[in-house]
């Protein structure tokens, strides 16, 4: 029987039909895509913002970037991913929007370090729902070998919201550094930053309204009956069961977002303060190149590892992002150090490509060897060991190195190219050394499918 957007039978043998799968990926990966606009949307403003709250160091402002949300968000997820496994996880991704929404557009009413500094800590605990709800929807919606190209179409957003920001938020802050300060109702007298993140906040809460048009899909595969989800021991113990591939993979990943972040953190400031681009050049310009080939990268590593999937290339995702590391690590160190901006940019281009190849396939890799009410928490704690780091450092570790290796705030380019040789060579050697045992885990999965 068709109801709707989906088709009825047995409970464990729901089958939605194609247009319905693909307005939730398309919700889901606008509400991924407002996420890293509300996440990164600071990186185009971090002049204005360092001059209006009295002159902060690009050390301080990392904090705000990296630490404020970053603490709250590691905090909060695994509670918010043990909620996902056995409870509405569509409530749960509602609830999350509107949280980060309201919290991004109070960041617009900071006039101090602090008070910016805890509005990013509740834009943490919103997004904290988002990454274990949404990876674990998409592998009860989608079969085995489409979940990589969903997977890969979601893992767009963070190129998308960077695109956006960048491409809005950079002419935007232009135009309006050279205004007055706006009055806004409600709001009052706010500086030109402060104006942006009131109006990128606000859309998220008609988004959070949106979700209810969507429903929570039947959950299906290992360790779908069980009510109650897996306690957190077990999550432990069935990681240390597979301790060599959870190692492996977290490392590349770490390595590879740390690197990520930097780059999309400081590109901007990049071109602003070596090239002495304005920040409507560099903004329209990386905007188009991360909204364009950055979907490009996503949504073609996801297509490319469902077919090897279904050619019987389980390992695929990790073997395409050991490849692309391979090819990425030079044209990352090489870009920063060239004189000529156009040639730097053109170079951004294939990094911006290869950049988007992983994040999609590190979710499709983990679902595949994990049980149903148990992935939530995997997602947690590869965003514990993953993202919080990266988040931290990404943005940190660069100021920290201008302001305390090269001394002087020209020195973006060493800083990102030093950072780039250390961690493309750790991802790759740790990307290589993860294809033997999670072919082990794939196998151990399918015996449970079987069993």
Known sequence: MRVGFFFIGERSHIKYSSRYLWYVVLLLTVASTLSFIDRQILNVMIGPIKRDLGGLTDTEISLIIGLAFSLIYTLATVPLARWADHNNRRNL???????WSVMTALAGTASTYWQLFMARMGVGIGEASLGPATTSMLADFFETQRLPLAYGIVGCAPFIGTGLASIVG?????????????????????????????????????????????GEPIRRGVGSDSAAGFPVSEVITFIRGRARYFTMHFIAYLCLSIQGFAFLTWIVEFFVRKHEWTRTEIGLSYGLIALIVGIMGSVWAGFYAGRLIGRGREDSPMRITFYGTIALGPLAVLMPLLDNAYVALALVVPITFFMAV????????LQAISPNQMRGQIIAFYLICVSFLSYLFAPLIIGLMKDYVFGREDAIDLSLATLAVINYSIAAVCLGLSLKPLQVALRQARQWQQT
């Open 93 to 99: 991704i509602a609830v999350g929007i509107f949280s």
């Open 358 to 365: 992983p994040p999609g396939l590190s979710n499709a890799a």
């Open 170 to 214: 950079g002419p935007l802050i232009d135009y309006l550094e050279a205004q007055p300060n706006f009055a806004l109702p409600v709001f009052g007298e706010v500086h030109s930053w402060q104006t942006v993140l009131i109006v990128v906040g606000l859309p998220g809460i008609l988004l959070a309204a949106l979700m209810f048009t969507i």
